[in-house]
């Protein structure tokens, strides 16, 4: 019962998605939904975005194996993010009126830096689409009760989202957020409720979290070591995720600045309140069914909140906690599709191109979702990270190469072509050098690339006018 529920829900949202894609007749609809989103739509489709595989099953997996100071990127970083693109770069980037993100790159250094931002977004995204692939498999797997495989399921998963992005783009992925967005607050709400009821109470989960030390290690040891691990942690996803397309999308999709810069600031707030309903159920398994963590915890841990739902949860918290998990992935999975395709369209391709029509444009940028998709999927199922790790990863790309020229191209009027160019290399070749030479050195590899990147844009901007050259 609990399988052809998903199903059916499954198609539903399908066809959703494929009705919302009537809507998309040029680039701008596909891209930016033609720049006309309410409040409401914006604010639920940047937490949707957010609130994906990581956040339901990395996040409490995580959180059950290293307490509070495990998650401190995700969900405390990541909804800073968000948080501070509402306070300090929403506005400054809707007024511009771009279609992606690179185009700030190319407006402000040139084509070269955004070609090579470019190409650091696109790879960035690598991991966080895989980790909702893998997710995808994952939950295909379990309500099948095996039937289905992971690697099929993954594929099934992949295919299935394809379809209504491939056609609808940004107009299918908000119409599909909004409604999806409902689903995980009321599913999630729902299901927290039922392990209450077993649990004796949200004041017994929290007494006994506390009891065991699941929350007195988020600050860390006074040492310096502990104290740089944390800030990397913490910057990684906080800062590394602000100059990502699906952040932009979000932002140039609204119909007016004062809605980018609420729904971002709103859709920040919502997800760091809800990443703790995950983790709440997750632990409340160590006291309804102490012997499933046992078995799961260090061999499969993200199998933990599914098992613990499949086992001890009635049909319909089942289904309403399934279809919360599938809509989080879904409307993560479908952004993160297109945000890499627009961008790798628009500022590689276009380059070379210079004389393609919108329609010509619309075309590539819907070949590129095809071959993202294919990509990631193959990705997803060679990769033995775990969700969590495949997204924390994510990010320190753009960390090591991005943030930098996109802060001081704000904020800092003196900031050059040069010293983009040398701010992205300095960052990159720092960041992989320590990488592969120091991985576990005192200064986290992307702290060194984030200092040698703010080095590199100082470096290069206070060269004189008369000595650039046209980067």
Known sequence: ????????????????????????????????AGHSLPLPIVTATVFATWFGAEAVLGVPATFLKEGLGGVVSDPFGSSMCLILVGLFFARHLYNRRMLTIGDFFREKYGRTVEVLVTLCIVVSYLGWVAAQIKALGLVFNVVSDGS????????????????????????????????QMIIIVIGMLYIGGEMTMQTGGIGVVIEHAAAAGQFSNF???MNLASILGFTAALCTMMLGSIPQQDVFQRITSSKNVNIAVQAA????????????????LAYSATLINPELVKEYLYTDSQMILPKLILNHAPLIAQVMFFGALLSAIKSCASATLLAPSVTFAENIVRGFFKHLTDQELLKIMRITVLCFSIMVTFFAINSELSIFKMVESAYKVTLVAAFVPLAFGVYWSRANSLGGLLSVVFGLTVWISCEILAPNAILPPQLSGLLASIMGMVLGSHVPKDHLKTV
């Open 148 to 179: 289905i495989t992971q690697t099929a399921g993954m594929i099934i998963g992949a295919g299935s989202v394809l379809i209504y992005t491939l056609f609808g783009g940004m107009w299918s992925i908000a119409i599909t957020d909004f409604i």
């Open 1 to 32: 019962m609990l399988f052809w529920f998903v199903i059916i829900y499954w198609l539903i949202s399908i066809g959703i998605g494929l009705w919302a894609a009537l809507r998309v007749k040029n680039t701008a609809d596909f891209a930016a």
């Open 219 to 221: 600050w860390p040891d």
């Open 265 to 280: 600031i709103l859709g920040g707030i919502l997800y760091f309140i809800f990443a703790f309903v995950p983790m709440y």
